[in-house]
């Protein structure tokens, strides 16, 4: 008992250590300065620092404007006012866009059972279902939202980031995506435009355009100006939902690839010095606190990052799948080529499909990429660590080693998957896989196709 | 030797320390109390613990009415009850069953070897054979059970476990899985009677059905009444341990996350506080003792774990295999929709195939999800262990931080894989390219014979 | 300097420990024996260790009857004896067994490039390339023998193995291993010479027979009875090389698991007891020797190790793909099922395919599951070593936890892949996938195929 | 604030210490001689070590003479001499040869857009738009070359290696590679002069010659002499890249693992010895220093390593892919067979495939195991480490096992990949699925075919 008696003791000064710890941090710049090894930390000036809050809001009011991420006080600077209330317009909005999707996924799967599968059948239904799901994830994420806002106020207070170029960054990438993606929805439109144009002529132009981008919808329910301007609107939740879940993994991946690679700067900065253990204790305690916030970021977001990744990898064999079948040009029974409509002579569609397909590789390649580099920041203190010299290695080096090692900071697809370089390898070996063999699974069809009108036209002939 | 001598000494000390270690336990809370960062281990009244006797009662019970786990006293309290007695009913009629099985597996063997090779062939003699090979593993485990409860018992008695949502949860699951098989089973008969009334218009009803259920029996045999209603007994049991070892599986790994969660929870709690070492060795050694359970359950399960994860992703493929090929109303020369029975109005088939495959895919994700459990839940203390503050790190923190990393603590089947999340993946990754593969194999035939037929016409035509 | 003279005072002193191990090791169960928690090692009679020179001997014996292992003194007991002479006869028998074996293989090179490319034609190319590689493998591992069993022989001097059992199992298997093959190898020309009397009905028995068995060398070469002899024997030794290397790697992987066992028994006896630092210490070394026993084997036979499981692969996706596709009794244009030869009733061909398939696969299965027994064996002292006592925990319990968890202890085929049981779960996996890739790549063609016959016969009839 | 001061102290000194390491590494073997279990170090007569700079001299000059690698001083013996220069000719050669492979890439793609996909098509745009990649990589490689030749001097200068066989094995590889070819160029010139004469006969040789080696070129572009010279000249370069790219990663595998080996020589010789702790954390002092530098040129080639192995996968691919259609002999429509040319005989297309496909493949395997020798040689020290004997076992050990487990060393393709003897393993997988799903979505196509033409000539007939 006397021995664990005198442990309390030390126990209690520890915790008097700890208070003071916030001062000797401070402090501790100025009793290293005369050292001739010591940590050259850049001077920082009192500029504010880069918190969570400022840097991802343009990108989180983008979300909001299209019902994701329903959370009250987005915009505020206290993080205390970040609240999920359920009684808010904001959560009333969600639900019905929910609503909304729903019932177009319900559309599409009715459908579906009347007039049986085809692979194109299937892209919008699996397009209305996931950015159904997609919304569910983004309420859910919601819910947990003010809590992991706290969480992460509270971090950046203990150890503020000065990353000005992070709110950049953000913006930055939320206008050149969202920008990117409407243009792809106006080529979009545009195409089916002159589509319509040559398989609807009876019809208004945009009784036309709205019977043929809406197959699933319309060739059940009547036509309605009304019915047209709502289905057309979901589908453009459905559009921009699909984008902004990956622009908010990059803007997420972002701040946290800066705050892993705040510690990483100074740790490479002390490469081959000798550095007291107080050192290597305060770096592996940020450390720590930064692979603790991707953890909680990442129970948060993980389903976000599932639905993504998910999207992304269907989409990219569905489009590749198409465009190597039909060629770029297109081959639907609507080609406006043989009209040459004005505005793009006939074009429309093949711009369109190049342009959509490239959009979406490289989205998904940058996405997969950013995420990547939270897994690979986090690496990084690794060969520092095992090049500090043998007389200053102490048991916070080894620690600091055995947590790099053994832990594996990574956002995550709901666990099912961790987001490291070598996935992007893999996805693309299985997508190389896929479209081999969906590219067989239709073509022998085709050729055999061919072969039983040529003997028709011999044998007809004489 | 006298410095092993001195050792000796030592040992004694801490044997006698070891034995005094219960009581220590009891009261290490009280003197724990005065430190203000404490973990705040929740006051448990005087229930009675959840053992493992009680939680898996009557999903053993079940079991055991259909020939599976003969063990002698599994309705008992006391462990030292259960035993395993070959001259016991239950072990007669596990073996009569196993025969029974064994008697179905040879009749599809030698079915298959007179009438060839097709896939659909094929299924039944799967389903007979993995339906045996699991009975017999389910005879193997139960000559180990004794054994493994008294383990068990051992070490509830040490650290027991107050969860009472454990059997309420064991129980739940056993009444919603086994009344799903039974629906199914319920629209599988329904199915095939309506099919053979109108197949076999000229028989009585219950030959037709016999005859239609079972036609690997008897294109061999001669009908009788008695025969039938022997297969179909037979059928009924197959069908039954085959969700039966989907439960099991379930059940064990609901025991096991949940001893598991009961050290995390201690831990989570611990999270960032200054607690003695002794702390941290109790807590290790209830660790050590839950994974070192895992184990033995593991070694006396693995075989039935890997007969239901074989059997679920083979059945899986063969049925999306069916549906995408038929579509879901079915192709069969049997079909009862131009008839219109009176109950479903001849949408049996349909009906039945729907809800099998919806309850099929779901319960393989279920069991593979809460399987996997064991493992996320043994990954759990990693966070907690880097988050020790430096004072109170001490070598049982390092101890325990090289067994988390170190050990995969996991269900396993047969050893060949251990169930975790990402095992999912891949399992689903494998069904996609065997379904698109497959898909691919039937596919050109069925345009090829319709080339053959079309050529015919056109040159009879002039 | 002082400090550093002061350490080598240490090490004198630790290498006269060192070298009073063997007698400390020795008495170490007798000043234990007091203890109440001693490991209780089983009292060992003066019986004569199970050396690995005696386990191998029949097995090995075998091999050089045909001309594998050229090694000379392999029956000798004394290991300085085994030596690689370059002018030994066996060596010389050797040599010509290789060159025939590379003759074998061009002759199929050349017929191969004459008589263009089939799966059927590629079958013999690479049986005889693959019995070349590997008789060359064999002969590679013979100049490295010497050494090994000397280095073998010195750890069992070290800590001899009483194993009685491993001489038994080593040459059962090899006595069951070889009468299969023989068996198989009968069966193989039964049938062959059942379709020679049906395809070659002017020609000799023996003529036809080797016309019939060797197409690609006779299509080439002209008959006569010497080079046919010769002919048959050197595929005879082919086929026996193929089951001895399988058989070599189960033997030499009983001896390494029986050694790993050895060291595994002290291990499980000791668990969660207090023993002293010298008991982790000398059990760490005795592992530490086994594995290095591994390491060493595995640089001599890993060659063989990998022509054993790519032959394995190979041949059972062959065969496999064979039956699928031809169905068991065979399609040939030989087929002596018509005529009905006397011995067998015509039944040879299918009795042979059956009896092949199984066997290859049983064998292939026992091979990698008895290989991958190394690794699991290399795995027990995990658990054991996490249930350490606290007090008992020594550096040296670390360092032996920090090995076995860091170390990949395994054969290896060429270092390409470790033979572990999930091998076993991803070449089943590969082989399914290569089977219905396969099978589609050719049942398409087939189909076509009778699309043409068709058309004729109905376009002539009119 | 004293305890802190104390410390200071010691750094002082073990600074002072650091300086006089290089002394005390000298006397080293000096006061070590005396004590019985030293490591015989081999004695070294003052021979100029081989450094990169000279290793690599000759590979990297040819590099230069075809425009790779524009860096100043590349011949020069002192490593302050390399610099990149962006107004040096050098830069100028490189940027004019990535234009003129732009252009060919860019001719590629448009003449892909114009006549559409095909396999063989495909193959020239991929290969000049690997080639350009390949040029950028080279040329972004080379402005960060200059800082890697000093740092690699720097680590040469430490611990200087005198390994003399690796600059003749850095030459003479570079002399094998690049004859090979050189021959495989002529040859597939010769081909393709011999196909020309078939082809065009109307036109000059070399008019032929151009048209039908580049039809991507002048099916768009008019010929002419120049433009003729310019574009042989440009796809002689695009060869050579290739060729280079693999030579290259060859030549710097070589000197990594040099430096590796030259630790393992070190650890090997300790082996079971006792060694005092300085010896340990010298040596763990050299292995660090061989990591950083793998890791540092890892971080300047991993994109050629990429490119390299992207190129051979592909290429590998491709080409089995066609010999495996077309038979060795080739079925083109030029095929020179028929004709009998002067100097092959008509068989320089077979003799050029069989070649071409033989070097390819060697070349590949070539390079992904000199590649992963690296990775190989990075694990040696481990079994050494495990090997230490109890008393000579310290802090510096395990540090040394902590890193070696802990660390993955190996070249990588732009981080995507680590090259390691199992990656050989999955690219072989992949590349024989891949074949075996590319040849089955070729060959029922072509059955097919046939399958058209026969009821046409048999309905003719009458």
Known sequence: MIVLKRKEVTIIQLENKEMRKKHVRKNMSAWMSPHTNRVHVKKKTWRTPATFQKSLKVTLVMGQIFSLLPVVGICSDDPMNVRFVYTSWKCFYSTFSILGQIYMALMCVYNFSLFLTSLNN??????????CITMIMFYDAARAWPTLVQH???????????????TIKCNITCAVVLTLALLEHTLSLLSKF???????????????????????????????????????????QSTFIWNFS??????????????????????????????????????????????????????????????????????VCLQLFN??????????????????????????????????LIFLISRSVAVSLIAAQVNTASEVPVPVLYDVPSPAYCVEVQRFIDQVNGDNVALSGLKFFSVTRSLLLSVAGTIVTYELVMFQFNSPSTTSTTSTVQPNTTTIAP
């Open 323 to 356: 465009t190597l079948e039909d060629g770029i040009k297109g081959k639907g029974e609507c080609s406006s080529r043989t009209k040459g409509t004005p505005l793009l002579g006939g074009y429309e569609a093949a711009i369109y499909f190049v342009f959509s």
């Open 152 to 166: 992460i106020a509270h971090t950046e207070l203990i150890d503020p980031n000065y990353d000005k170029k992070l």
């Open 122 to 131: 299937v892209a919008p239904l699996i397009f209305y279902t996931t950015s």
């Open 246 to 315: 990956d622009l908010f993994v990059i803007c997420m991946s972002y701040y946290l690839t800066s705050r892993l690679e705040h510690v990483n700067e100074r740790l490479l900065e002390a490469q081959g010095k000798y550095l007291p253990e107080t050192f290597w204790r305060t770096t592996r305690e940020d450390y720590c606190r930064a692979t603790k916030l991707v953890r909680k970021v990442d129970d948060v977001i993980s389903g976000i990052v599932f639905m993504s990744f998910a999207n992304n990898l269907i989409f």
């Open 194 to 236: 002159a589509a319509a144009s040559v398989c609807y002529p009876d019809e208004s132009v945009y009784e036309g355009f709205i019977k043929h981008s809406f197959p699933s919808i319309f060739q059940v329910l009547p036509y309605s100006t009304a019915l047209g301007v709502l289905t057309q609107f979901l589908h453009f």
